[in-house]
């Protein structure tokens, strides 16, 4: 779906802080969302920690950077890190090139699955949320 020029493909798990979460069968596929990657500018770092590395719902476990703004990345889901995207190394602009695509970030193998629901999916409910942090950032600006 396109909502004032950002996309929010319909098949993805959105978290609160702008992270989209892809369902993988035992695995999730995690990166930026369009609107995150826009306002932030190019990424010039991500933080990618050791696989392994135990991860909880809410809670910061990396860190990224632009040129204009430094971010946390928190965790859409309790579970472990599977597998990090390693050509965001040498390339964090392909979060910008192709944010749902090459630009992954992290791979999680969760706890429960059904803690899935806990992140904004209903087309309706990205909507708001979007269009509300839209107008946020408008007036922050």
Known sequence: MEIQGYNLPDDL????NHF??????DILVMGMDDFA?????????????????????????AKMESG??????????NG???????ELEENPGLINEDCYGKGWMYKIKPDDKSELQNLIKEPAAVEKWLLADIEKYAEDS
């Open 13 to 16: 798990y959105y978290e609160e």
């Open 20 to 25: 989209w979460v892809r369902d993988d069968g």
């Open 37 to 61: 990657q826009q306002m932030a500018g190019e990424i010039v770092y991500v933080q990618l920690p050791d696989e392994g590395q135990k991860i909880t719902a809410g809670k910061k476990f």
């Open 68 to 77: 204009k703004w430094l971010g946390k990345v928190y965790g859409p889901v």
């Open 80 to 86: 472990e890190l599977a597998a990090v995207n390693e």
